[in-house]
């Protein structure tokens, strides 16, 4: 069954940083695409950012490119997105999820970014 | 920018079968895009409910369904049952690597 952590929300400031952990068990991590997704408070979900198995390709939706980056440690089944530039609209749940046939396995309980001053 | 759009909302009696659909504003939906769908209550995590347009994940009923229909995918649920009142949400892939997803549906049992 796909477990997955994530951890490293919080709150920061406009223009601050954060990175966030998605540590995953439960299927061969190193054979697997991986997304992170985000839901702003009462809206919907959004794309944010994948990376293929190998972690050379990465693929992020047009209003994070540029300001967030998303990378993986294959030795330690986890997946990390770094966030910087941040902006308000930037506030939501933050989840990681596994690719399945182009689709999310989700596993986790997602970590909460707030951007405020 | 690429536009997947859902109804706002819909309802459905108990027992009763509801289809949800899942369209681009320019173009159409197909099996290429590989359309997914996502049930989820308020507070809670997104849980999988159709990958590949047609495939249910594992531990979901044969209530639930997944196709094109014309121009758009479509999730149908039949014998309608309290516990599947939640949003809905579809995704879908497109070759330049990117996801986009829907809205999302808010479903009434009533």
């Known amino acids: 069954q796909v477990q997955l952590v994530e951890s490293g929300g919080g709150v920061a400031l406009p223009g601050g940083s954060l990175r966030l952990s998605c540590a995953a068990s439960?299927?061969?991590?190193?054979?697997?695409?991986m997304h992170w997704a985000r839901q702003a408070p009462g809206r919907g979900l959004e794309w944010v950012a994948h990376?293929?198995?190998?972690?050379?390709?990465?693929y992020y939706a047009d209003s994070v490119k540029g300001r967030f980056t998303i990378s993986r440690d294959n030795a330690k089944n986890t997946v990390y997105l770094h966030l910087s530039s941040l902006r308000p609209e930037d506030t939501a749940v933050y989840y990681c999820?596994?690719?399945?046939?182009?689709?999310?396995?989700?596993g986790g309980q997602g970590t909460q970014v707030t951007v405020s001053s | 920018q690429t536009v997947v759009t859902q109804e706002a909302s819909f309802s459905v009696s108990p027992g009763g079968t509801v289809t949800l659909t899942c369209a681009l504003r320019?173009?159409?939906?197909?099996?290429?895009?590989?359309p997914s769908w996502y049930q989820q209550t308020p507070g809670q995590t997104p849980r999988t409910l159709i990958f590949?347009?047609?495939a249910r994940s594992s531990g979901v009923p044969d209530r639930f369904s997944g196709s094109i229909l014309g121009n758009k995918a479509a999730l149908t649920i039949t014998g309608a049952q309290a516990g599947d009142e939640s949003h809905y949400y579809c995704?879908?892939?497109?070759?330049?690597?990117?996801?986009?997803f829907g809205g999302g549906t808010k479903l009434t049992v009533l």
């Open positions: 995704a879908l892939y497109f070759s330049s690597a990117i996801w986009v």
């Open positions: 320019s173009g159409s939906v197909s099996s290429n895009n590989y």
């Open positions: 590949n347009t047609t």
């Open positions: 439960g299927f061969t991590f190193n054979i697997s695409g």
């Open positions: 990376i293929r198995f190998e972690g050379y390709n990465k």
């Open positions: 999820a596994k690719n399945w046939f182009h689709g999310f396995v989700y």
